[in-house]
């Protein structure tokens, strides 16, 4: 153990990932909470790409790539089939945000509903990065993507996130969680409580992307971190329905988080204000959810 | 090379064969006088190319270092510091 | 034991024999039938299997390919649209090597939206590297079934079986359903050639660049041709088993010593076209059963004393031709055969013997 986590590696170096990738970091680590036992589910995109070129491969635990959006239904097959064999292997999908809130939503719906049992882990990068950063429903408001540009008339993405823990949630799942990949510990142990947990557990760990973002790749760390504690990017757990927030004590000003990164580059003052009034407004449901312990 | 049924991949990890350097325009110097084996590095390194063995960090494997920087950038005691790759 | 039963409910009782162990369904019309048998003879306890109640065919036959890669025996089937909305995966299973059996109750693409047989849905996933069987009759869909897996897990690619939508899956005729033990000498237990395991970690699915892309499209070609000759091999061991085959396994004929003429064409129609052959006297009748892979030397040697030969295609390649006559067509090329083509039975339009008698006598073109 180092630091209170499993010093096994799991992902082998020489992956094509680009220096200070967020998501090369993050499962690095949700790896090593799952353990040797465990059994991978990649939908398309970056990881997918950059963590198995022929005949290389990073993975050193079973991997299987199917499609872009069926990276839940592949899982309950594997599930299914483990099952009737009376075998048990933690199950991990791994999918970015695009391949989760739009595409891959209908699979991993139709996979909760059921009742299968395997961990769900979407990487949080707010958009299709592995095509060349387009917008996806995990798009942060006023983000420049490649198809939602900063323009004269229109001004980046103008749609709010898709809130998706929260539709996990209305799934009555166990464990949903959100984590950021600036905190490996505390994705450990919500890894290892998602996997611990009956049914399909969904944990959504931000990770940011130094291409796609617009940021130099050593401030990867220093973003998701200031995304937190900025409360751009809440960090909470919902345990059978029931929210745990994650509280932030002295809340830094989300204009240097914006200011950091080329995406939010054009932002002027007046979405800057739009973007602080919609940020405590979620925090202020949050909070309630949080007071109230009442059930999602 | 043997090409497997249906493009399996039989040789989990393999990935080590392939080395980075070339992609690196810094490079991280790693001082282990100012280092208090506090292991931050090694946690936020994407890829892996730190090592802790029997609680001893050593030096970055050139091998595999991208030049991030994340390391230089979570250290809290200035132990690494950046050059640039030649 | 012979019964009578539906097609349906013969295909189940097929499925009943060959110790599947995950099943994924959803369903489609006229397909329904098969996933409901099934479920019953779950809850009645017939069957150990894990059956998973998917939210589309995209997902079922995504969960089919998980586990299929888990190294264990699955089945599904769907229809038509369901078949459309699946395509992607019937290119990946196939590339991924795995042996997984699919039953398609053919059905017409729309739109127009019709419900009804016409073999659009499946022609339209040839290029897909499953093997491919059209089947006549109840008694031959229980049969290939069972055959599909002997088959599939031999080379390593997934089988679709197909079944006349509504002509075929809902009719009612004497099936005999084979002993357990018997099915189990033919088809022994599946141990898969790789598989997703904790102690072999392997990684499925990678990407492949230019370099070594090719290779393994050829690999799938080189197994999907090889499957010829184990095809005839198991349709062999079959009829010394269980006393019944399939012309050789890939072509049946009927009728067709000393003459000059014959119908060519597939699944249930091939019925009627025996009935008119019988009749006539005139011409026999080819029945490809096996579309994928598509059995050229044999068809040339089939064809070498014919003069005339009628194509019936119940499919349609909007902007060209039925795909049954492009491909019989490019085979015999060179050979002195009268050759027409005719577009019949789309959306389940009902071919009666006056129709086919229009086939010998008219020049080619739609049977409307």
């Known amino acids: ?296 | 090379m043997e090409l497997k049924i249906g493009a399996i991949i039989e040789n989990p990890g393999n990935s080590l064969k392939n080395k980075r350097a070339g992609w690196r325009s810094f490079r991280p110097i790693w001082d282990n006088k100012k280092c208090t084996q506090c292991g931050l590095c090694w946690m936020y390194c994407p890829d892996n190319a730190i090592y802790i063995k029997d609680k001893k960090r050593s030096k970055t494997n050139l091998d595999y270092c991208k030049g991030c920087c994340i390391c230089a950038s979570v250290c809290k005691f200035n132990a690494i510091q950046i050059v640039k790759e030649k | 034991m012979k019964k009578i039963i539906e097609c349906s409910t013969a295909i189940a009782e097929a499925v009943k024999l060959c110790n599947i162990k995950v099943i994924p369904i959803y369903p489609i019309t006229p397909q329904t039938h098969i996933p409901e048998e099934i479920a019953k003879f779950v809850n009645d306890d017939e069957m150990n299997v894990e059956l998973i109640y998917a939210e589309s065919e995209h997902s079922m036959l995504s969960a089919a390919i998980g586990a299929s890669a888990t190294g264990v025996r699955v089945f599904t089937a769907t229809s038509s649209q369901g078949l459309a909305y699946t395509f992607e995966n019937l290119f990946i299973a196939s590339g991924l090597r795995l042996p997984i059996v699919m039953v398609n109750v053919n059905r017409a693409l729309s739109s127009p939206l019709n419900i009804w047989c016409d073999h659009s849905d499946s022609i339209s996933a040839r290029d897909s590297g499953w093997l491919q069987f059209y089947v006549e009759s109840s008694q031959e869909a229980f049969d290939t079934v069972i055959q599909a897996y002997k088959i599939a897990e031999q080379i390593n690619l997934p089988v679709i079986v197909c079944v006349d939508g509504f002509t075929l899956s809902h009719v009612y005729e004497p099936v005999e359903i084979l002993e357990k033990n018997k099915v189990n000498s033919f088809l022994p237990e599946y141990k898969a050639k790789f598989k997703l395991d904790v102690n072999k970690p392997i990684t499925i699915g990678a990407v492949v660049d230019q370099s070594k892309f090719m290779q393994f499209k050829k690999q799938q070609q080189d197994a999907m041709l090889d499957s010829i000759k184990i095809i005839k091999k198991v349709n062999i061991e079959f009829k010394n088993k269980f006393k019944r085959s399939y012309g050789n396994g890939l072509i049946e004929t009927y009728n067709l010593k000393n003459k000059k003429k014959a119908i060519i064409a597939m699944g249930s129609i091939c019925g009627t076209i025996r009935v008119l052959s019988g009749k006539l006297k005139n011409f026999g009748l080819i029945k490809i059963r096996c579309f994928r892979p598509f059995p050229k030397q044999e068809l040339i040697n089939i064809c070498k004393n014919l003069k005339e030969l009628i194509i019936i295609d119940k499919n349609i390649s909007i902007g060209n031709e039925g795909a049954l006559a492009s491909e019989v067509k490019s085979v015999l090329f060179n050979k002195k055969i009268k050759i027409k083509s005719f577009i019949m039975g789309l959306g389940g339009k009902d071919v009666t013997l006056k129709d086919l008698e229009k086939t010998l006598k008219n020049k080619e073109g739609w049977i409307l």
């Not at chain 1, 090593?32 to 990649?42: E, L, P, R």
């Not at chain 1, 387009?134 to 006023?142: G, N, P």
């Not at chain 1, 809340?251 to 932002?267: E, N, S, W």
């Open chain 1, 1 to 296: 153990m180092i630091l209170g986590l499993n010093e096994k590696e799991y992902f082998a170096s020489g992956h094509r990932a680009c220096p200070g990738c967020g998501q090369a970091l993050a499962v690095r680590h949700v790896l090593k909470a799952a353990g040797d036992n465990t059994i991978i589910v990649n939908a398309t995109g970056c990881l997918e790409v950059f963590s198995t070129p022929y005949p290389e491969t990073s993975w050193k635990l079973p991997y299987i790539h199917v499609a872009f959006e069926n990276a839940a239904a592949v899982a309950s097959g594997i599930y299914r089939a483990l099952k009737i064999q009376n075998k048990k292997s933690n199950i991990l999908a791994l999918a970015g945000d695009g391949g989760t809130f739009d595409i891959g939503l209908q699979a991993l719906s139709g996979a909760i509903e059921r009742k299968e049992k395997f961990t769900y882990v979407c990487f949080d990068n707010s958009a299709y990065m592995n095509t060349g950063v387009q917008r996806s429903s995990a798009t942060e408001k006023y983000m420049e993507t490649s198809t939602t540009p900063y323009g004269k008339k229109i001004h980046g993405n103008l749609l709010w996130k898709k809130p998706m823990p929260f539709i996990i949630a209305a799934h009555n799942v166990n464990y949903v969680a959100t984590a950021s990949v600036s905190e490996p510990i505390d994705i450990n142990n919500k890894i290892k409580k998602a996997l611990n947990s009956e049914g399909v557990s969904y944990v959504q760990i931000l990770s940011p992307c130094p291409l796609g973002w617009k940021y130099e790749s050593s401030k990867t760390i220093e973003i998701a971190k200031l995304a937190v504690e900025t409360k751009f990017y809440p960090i909470f757990e919902i345990e059978n329905g029931v929210l745990k927030l994650k509280n932030i004590e002295n809340p830094k000003d989300v204009k240097t988080f914006l200011a950091m990164q080329g995406r939010f580059k054009h932002v002027n003052s007046n979405e800057v204000e739009e973007i602080k009034r919609y940020i405590n407004e979620q925090w202020n449901r949050l909070l309630e959810l949080d007071k109230s312990k009442a059930k999602l």
